[in-house]
């Protein structure tokens, strides 16, 4: 009921305001664009791309190849973890960019979501996965269920 309005309220608020990035502005053009892989001529961002626009994203973790973004959500209780999830997936379809991996671990020790973000049709990180990451990130300080 009024719960999940008050969430869409805090929502849109915070999406009102802007953040800025190595390349773009959640609110501008680019981050409202679907995915499309092949806007970067079908490849993957380099390794020096990659780490520089991981610090937009300071919670995410690259992996040792630059090829994977990474980020492990802890949560107060199990409830607050699996909630999570329609978040992440209504982000992700929006967007038309999944992520490659989901995990959700709501037993009463360390509750948890991890996600893994990836572009196969690059075989690599694309500039979604990072507008994705910071969606999700963003979405989750929205709603402050994050275990602190």
Same mark, same amino acid.
């Given at each position: ?7 869409? %309220?805090?929502?849109? *608020? ?6 800025? @990035? =190595? ?7 680019? !981050? &409202? ?36 973004? %990474?980020?492990?959500? *802890? ?6 973890? @699996? =909630? ?7 982000? !992700? &379809? ?55």
């Amino acid at each position: 009921g009024n719960q999940g309005k008050h969430v869409w %309220s805090k929502l849109g *608020r915070m999406a009102s305001r802007p953040r800025t @990035l =190595a390349r773009w502005t959640v609110g501008d053009k680019r !981050s &409202t664009q679907k995915c499309d892989p092949y806007e970067q001529g079908g490849k993957p961002l380099d390794k020096e791309e990659a780490k520089q626009l991981r610090d937009t994203v300071p919670d995410w973790n690259l992996d040792e190849d630059c090829l994977r973004l %990474s980020r492990e959500f *802890r949560f107060n209780d199990g409830q607050s973890a @699996l =909630a999570f999830l329609p978040y992440v997936t209504n982000i !992700s &379809t929006n967007d038309g960019h999944m992520p490659e991996e989901i995990r959700a671990f709501p037993g009463p020790e360390a509750p948890r979501v991890e996600l893994t973000l990836h572009t196969p049709a690059l075989g690599g990180l694309s500039y979604n996965d990072f507008l994705l990451a910071l969606k999700l990130s963003s979405t989750i300080e929205a709603v402050g269920s994050v275990a602190r």
